[in-house]
């Protein structure tokens, strides 16, 4: 079975049961811290994918780590681990929030920006995309400072580049001709 597969069987089923328990929001800021951490510091990383780390140590640094996590994600922390699927933690996380999106008829916004926005730009945003796009909207921001100003915006795979790199670049392709 592929990587995705695999990921999308484990979002999916903790989708259904945080659903079912009307625990969404919990369990995806749970989720998100944890793979925040995996995704930030780079020695939590290389101890919780490393093969030779003994099982028993990796669930019992997540459960210190993240004693108020609910019983659902620390229980599938513990069948990642035993199944040695640890690495695939990113992924699930990646493919639980593309489920809630589609089973909650939310539209994923990937915002990115020369520089982190503020909240007020972040509501005006999320308001106007949410007006034009017609539903409920999650903004994902990402900084890239080589942008150098303006926002990239990824809505479901469509492009819209309203950056001053992307600007400078096409007047440098429109002077070239």
Same mark, same amino acid.
Do not use: C, W
């Given at each position: 079975?592929?990587? !995705? ?9 903790? $989708? ?22 995996? !995704?930030?510091? %780079? ?7 490393? %093969? *030779?780390?003994?099982? =028993? ?6 459960? =210190?780590?993240?004693?108020?996590? +609910?019983? $659902? ?6 069948? #990642? ?6 690495? $695939?933690?990113?992924?699930? $996380? ?20 020369? +520089?982190? *926005? ?6 005006? #945003?999320?308001?106007? #995309?949410?007006?034009?796009? !017609? ?7 990402? +900084? ?23 600007? #400078?670049?096409? *007047?440098?392709? +429109? *002077?070239?001709?």
């Amino acid at each position: 079975m592929r990587s !995705r597969e695999i990921a999308e069987r484990y979002a999916a089923a903790l $989708y259904a049961v945080a659903q079912e328990e009307g625990i969404t929001d919990a369990i995806e800021a749970e989720l998100s811290a944890i793979v925040d951490a995996v !995704r930030t510091i %780079p020695d939590f990383d290389r101890f919780f994918t490393h %093969p *030779l780390i003994p099982r =028993e140590e990796k669930v019992s640094l997540l459960e =210190e780590a993240f004693p108020e996590s +609910s019983e $659902y994600v620390r229980n599938m922390i513990r069948l #990642l681990v035993r199944n040695g699927r640890e690495a $695939y933690l990113d992924m699930i $996380y990646d493919r639980f929030l593309a489920v809630r999106a589609e089973a909650e008829g939310i539209t994923r916004v990937r915002v990115i920006a020369a +520089s982190p *926005l503020t909240e007020e730009e972040k509501v005006r #945003l999320k308001e106007r #995309l949410a007006e034009a796009l !017609r539903g409920p909207v999650r903004i994902e921001e990402v +900084s890239d400072e080589s942008l150098i100003a303006g926002v990239r915006l990824d809505v479901e795979g469509k492009v819209i580049d309203g950056t001053l790199r992307a600007r #400078l670049d096409a *007047l440098r392709g +429109s *002077l070239a001709r």
